[in-house]
């Protein structure tokens, strides 16, 4: 006989449920100060992180569907927080960067992520935080690049 599967108690699940509730509840910080959506602040915080970078690119650090990247992208341009040049080797691909606002702004909400990131810490403490890092770097590790496999 099997046991029921219990989803609250599924690691899966709770991954997932967990991700979830930090994500939104950071999402509220910077959608109340910048309005920003999420999409809006991974593309912003991706171009901050590498500095020039294309949409492509964005994707697939993100792990974000194309369209979502490109309404993003439209988005922050449109706010004058990025720019796009066009790659001189290959006319096709255009090349993301920060404005000098966005700059600006990358730098407050970066301040704002550390800060946040170090009360999440906090609030688990240093023992739990090595444990947690630990294992997070175990289950990339195992999952490798996210597609199924036989294991």
Known sequence: MTSTLK???????????????????????????????????????????????????????SSMHKTKVSRAVFSLEKRRWISRTTDDADRRVERLQLTREGGLRFQELSSMARTYESRLLSAIGPEATNHLVGAMAALERYAGDGSPSER
């Open 7 to 61: 989803l609250e108690e599924f690691l899966p699940y709770r991954l997932a449920r967990a991700a979830e509730i930090v994500s939104r509840d950071f999402a509220a910080l910077y959608r109340e100060r910048h309005r920003l959506t999420r999409p809006e602040w991974r593309v912003f915080a991706t171009i901050g992180q590498f500095g020039t970078i294309t949409a492509t690119a964005i994707g697939a650090h």
